[in-house]
C-alpha cells in the first residue's frame, strides 16, 4: 500500500539556518504530493503541493520539488525563522485511492533565536 | 478561501456521555470530507471518508456505532462520539475536499480540530 517516510525529528535550527526535511514515499498509482504544516494546538495548513513529476511546489519561503526517479519530495527554505517553529507532515493523494491522504509521522521543527 | 471551521474547539464530558463535534467547509462546497484522530506527538489517523447523502466509510478497525458520521449537506459533516469512554479522549480533525472541475488533484482543507477530553 502507499506509505509516506519522513525523517525523525526534533529538527532544532537556529534563525536564518537552512532548513531541509526529507520525505520519500511509495505509492502504487502517480500521487499528488503535499507538505503540511500544523502549528501547536492549530489543525493542519496546506503548504504547498505538487501534483506530477518535477514540479516545485512553493509558498512562504518554502520549497519542494517532485522527483519521481528517487520517490522524494523533500521540504527546503533557505532560511528559517522563530516563527517557522512547528511540525511538519509530508502526504501524499493516490488517485487509484479515492484521493484519501496518506501522512508521514510528522517532523517537529524548532528555531531558535 | 478554503476555510473549514470545528465547533467545538474543545469539549469535556463525563465518561458515557455522547459528544457531537460539527466540521463546515465557509466559501465552498464539500461533497467528501474526511474525519481523522491524532494522538499526541502523533501523525493522522484517518477515521472516516463522510460523503454527502450516503453512508459514510469506516477505516478498519474504527467502530461505525461508536463513532457516527452525518454528513446533511454540502457544507456540514457532523461526528457523535457515543457512550464516550477516557480512551476515546484525544484531538479530532476534520478536512473537505474541494474539488474543482476538471482538476488534476483535489485538496483537502483541514480544520482546526477538536480537543475531546473525556473524563
Known amino acids: 500500500g502507499d506509505s509516506v517516510t519522513q525523517m525523525e525529528g526534533p529538527v532544532t535550527l537556529s534563525e536564518e539556518a537552512f532548513l531541509t526535511i526529507n520525505c520519500t514515499y511509495t505509492?502504487?498509482?502517480?500521487?499528488?504530493l503535499f507538505w503540511y504544516v500544523q502549528y501547536p494546538g492549530e489543525g493542519l495548513q496546506l503548504l504547498l503541493k505538487?501534483?506530477?513529476?518535477?514540479d516545485k511546489g512553493s509558498n512562504k519561503g518554502f520549497e519542494a520539488t517532485y522527483r519521481k526517479e528517487t520517490t522524494s519530495f523533500h521540504l527546503e527554505k533557505g532560511s528559517v525563522q522563530v516563527s517557522d517553529s512547528a511540525v511538519y507532515f509530508c502526504?501524499?493523494?493516490?488517485?487509484?485511492?479515492?484521493?484519501?491522504?496518506?501522512f508521514g509521522t510528522g517532523t517537529q521543527l524548532k528555531v531558535e533565536l | 478561501g478554503a476555510v473549514v471551521s470545528q465547533h467545538p474547539s474543545r469539549v469535556i464530558c463525563k465518561s458515557g456521555t455522547s459528544v457531537k463535534i460539527e466540521c463546515r467547509s465557509l466559501d465552498f462546497q464539500a461533497t467528501t470530507m474526511f474525519w481523522y484522530r491524532q494522538f499526541p506527538k502523533q501523525s493522522l489517523m484517518l477515521m472516516a471518508t463522510?460523503?454527502?447523502?450516503?453512508?459514510?466509510?469506516?477505516e478498519q478497525g474504527v467502530e461505525k456505532d461508536k463513532f457516527l458520521i452525518n454528513h446533511a449537506s454540502l457544507t456540514l459533516s457532523t461526528l457523535t462520539v457515543t457512550s464516550a469512554h477516557p480512551e476515546d479522549s484525544s484531538f479530532y480533525i476534520c478536512?473537505?475536499?474541494?474539488?474543482?472541475?476538471?482538476?488534476?488533484?483535489?485538496?483537502?482543507?483541514f480544520g482546526p480540530g477538536t480537543r475531546l477530553t473525556v473524563l
Open positions: 463522510s460523503n454527502e447523502g450516503s453512508k459514510a466509510t469506516y
Open positions: 505509492a502504487t498509482g502517480y500521487p499528488s
Open positions: 478536512s473537505a475536499r474541494d474539488q474543482i472541475a476538471g482538476a488534476i488533484t483535489d485538496t483537502q482543507y
Open positions: 505538487a501534483t506530477k513529476a518535477d
Open positions: 502526504a501524499l493523494s493516490d488517485t487509484g485511492g479515492g484521493n484519501k491522504l496518506t
